[in-house]
């Protein structure tokens, strides 16, 4: 069974940093597509950002565009979420997941394991 496991989440103000690292266990992690969810308070899990198997391709919400990156590192089974000038509106429980597919995709029910998520609290 894959597992996810999300870190680096925090309190931050406006207009700072976070980056978030996930660590997925298996031997597939090099091979599949990787993505970054949140979920604000009162809201739905939304999109963020994804990326392909091997980092050449990345997708993200119109949202986050422009301030966030996401990366991996396969050789540490890592993907990075790297956040800059983080808003109010980036408060939610981060979480990554993984798709057994090729396409980066933006749906959540596409992907097949989620980590537990990381709480990121950016104050005004």
């Known amino acids: 069974q894959v597992q996810l496991v999300e870190s680096g989440g925090g309190l931050v103000q406006a207009g700072g940093s976070l980056t978030l690292s996930c660590v997925a266990s298996?031997?597939?992690?090099?091979?599949?597509?990787m993505a970054w969810f949140r979920q604000g308070p009162e809201k739905e899990r939304e999109f963020a950002a994804a990326?392909?198997?091997?980092?050449?391709?990345?997708l993200y919400a119109d949202s986050v565009k422009g301030r966030f990156t996401v990366s991996r590192d396969n050789a540490k089974n890592t993907v990075y979420l790297q956040m800059n000038n983080l808003k109010p509106e980036d408060t939610a429980v981060y979480y990554c997941?993984?798709?057994?597919?090729?396409?980066?995709?933006?749906?959540?029910?596409?992907?097949?394991?989620w980590g537990q998520g990381t709480q990121v609290t950016v104050s005004s």
């Open positions: 298996g031997r597939t992690f090099s091979s599949y597509p």
């Open positions: 990326i392909n198997w091997n980092g050449g391709s990345t």
């Open positions: 997941a993984l798709r057994h597919g090729y396409g980066v995709l933006t749906i959540a029910r596409q992907y097949d394991y």
